[in-house]
């Protein structure tokens, strides 16, 4: 069945360090990919998405480049800011119509 | 509304109580769907509606869980017999588009079973 790998945190880094969270899936057919964040005390919003293979969702200086050879779609930003902390969830929409979810990776960024 | 409203925005329940979780999508949105987040997990799908109609409910964990979209618009997921392991949280979402395209989640409804 469709499943999203992610990889496991805590993450931290100090601020203007390059950020890179690893996402692979496995999904039949072509799924689309998304991004979401969750601060703290708030629900998931929207960070970027990419819909075909080789498109490059970015959103707030963070990217991911849907790739379909390697099925990843790892989550970028070259400096990382203390705003930037959060918890990272990489998700798929596959068929049918849930998404599916990784276990999110929590992201601490410290000045 | 501006966005996805769920409420109450917290919830304790005695072990064996029935609880009642609201959802407001966006006005318009054809889709809604409802997660159960565990502590330290990322949300997992229970169940979809598109308007009124309850489309897929697999991922509902037993017959105690239960939801429903009578007008298409407001929904509420109903937990009979609330156990310690429903403790989690509960997150709505809408999408104007009957293929989910990206949504729009609420803040969602914590729910404590002691």
């Known amino acids: 069945g469709d499943s999203v790998t992610q990889m496991e945190g805590p993450v931290t880094l100090s601020e203007e360090a390059f950020l890179t969270i690893n996402c692979t899936y496995t999904a039949t057919g072509y799924p689309s990919l998304f991004w979401y964040v969750q601060y703290p005390g708030e629900g998931l919003q929207l960070l970027l998405k990419a819909t075909k293979a080789d498109d490059k969702g970015s959103n707030k200086g963070f990217e991911a480049t849907y790739r379909k050879e390697t099925t990843s779609f790892h989550l970028e930003k070259g400096s990382v800011q203390v705003s930037d902390s959060a918890v990272y969830f990489c998700?798929?929409?596959?068929?049918?119509?849930?998404?599916?979810f990784g276990t999110g990776t929590s992201l601490t960024v410290i000045p | 509304g501006a966005g996805v409203s769920q409420s109450p925005r917290y919830k304790v329940a005695k072990r064996g109580q029935d609880v009642a979780l609201r959802c407001d999508p966006i006005?318009?949105?054809?889709?809604l769907f409802w997660y159960q987040q565990a502590l330290g997990q990322g949300p997992e799908f229970l169940t979809y509606?598109?308007?009124?109609?309850?489309l897929d409910k697999s991922g509902l964990p037993s017959d105690r869980f239960f939801a429903e979209r009578p007008e298409g618009s407001v929904s509420t997921l109903k937990i009979q017999r609330t156990q310690q392991e429903d403790s989690a949280v509960y997150l709505c979402?809408?999408?104007?588009?009957?293929w989910g395209d990206g949504y729009t989640f609420g803040s969602g409804t914590r729910l404590t079973v002691v």
């Open positions: 509606f598109q308007n009124e109609a309850q």
């Open positions: 979402a809408s999408s104007l588009a009957v």
């Open positions: 006005s318009g949105h054809v889709s």
């Open positions: 998700a798929l929409s596959g068929t049918g119509n849930q998404f599916y």
